[in-house]
T-cell receptor, first 112, second 113 residues
Framework: EDQVTQSPEALRLQEGESSSLNCSYT??????LFWYRQDPGKGPEFLFT???AGEEKEKERLKATLTKKESFLHITAPKPEDSATYLC?????????????FGKGTSLLVTP | KAGVTQTPRYLIKTRGQQVTLSCSPI?????VSWYQQTPGQGLQFLFE???????NKGNFPGRFSGRQFSNSRSEMNVSTLELGDSALYLC????????????FGPGTRLLVL
């Protein structure tokens, strides 16, 4: 069965203090790995899609990387507005690539 | 381009009632997926529709059902509501090819009393 585990569950950073969030996955035939950001009471907002090991994508202070077993979301010099829950999800051959299998998320708090 | 829209945004029902939630996908998107989000279980896949056909279904009881119309708009229905059905119900849309990015709506917050 496909499994996605995110760590840590919660992370508190000072503004400007860089860090990384981890997403470990077990999936039969990875089709895609997705990162989303979710603010309280809102729907997930798309950040990145990664398809193969070695792939990297960047957007402002965020950079996502992918290996055969895990993905990292690196946050460089975060600001308070980066505070949110970051969700990782995968699609695989077991559901024909149509259903996102989510981890429980990492709740990030960035303090001034 | 307008994003995914969901109605209503908030809903309060009592046990035993039924509820219908609506989702309008991004223009041009033909796939609509539904997810349930709760604090304990996180985000869980309910089902996915493409061209009015259910292509994939998650592990939920038959009380949860859905449909898609010819304009790609989708509805999901929950019958005989239980307290445990209280959750944020999220709809996501994509063009419909496997492993494509899904874009989420704001969700419908359902409270069952």
């Amino acid at each position: 069965e496909d499994q996605v585990t995110q760590s840590p569950e919660a992370l508190r950073l000072q503004e400007g203090e860089s860090s990384s969030l981890n997403c470990s996955y077990t999936v039969s035939g990875l089709r895609g790995l997705f990162w989303y950001r979710q603010d309280p009471g809102k729907g997930p907002e798309f950040l990145f899609t990664l398809y193969s090991a070695g792939e990297e994508k960047e957007k402002e202070r965020l950079k996502a990387t992918l290996t055969k077993k895990e993905s990292f979301l690196h946050i460089t010099a975060p600001k308070p507005e980066d505070s949110a829950t970051y969700l990782c999800a995968v699609t695989g051959d077991s559901n024909s690539g149509y259903a996102l299998n989510f981890g429980k998320g990492t709740s990030l708090l960035v303090t001034p | 381009k307008a994003g995914v829209t969901q109605t209503p945004r908030y809903l309060i029902k009592t046990r035993g009632q039924q509820v219908t939630l609506s989702c309008s996908p991004i223009s041009g998107h033909r796939s609509v997926s539904w997810y349930q989000q709760t604090p304990g279980q996180g985000l869980q896949f309910l089902f996915e529709y493409f061209s009015e056909t259910q292509r994939n279904k998650g592990n939920f009881p038959g009380r949860f059902s859905g449909r898609q119309f010819s304009n790609s708009r989708s509805e999901m229905n929950v019958s005989t509501l239980e307290l445990g059905d209280s959750a944020l119900y999220l709809c996501a849309s994509s063009y419909g090819q496997a492993q494509e990015t899904q874009y989420f709506g704001p969700g419908t917050r359902l409270l069952v009393l």
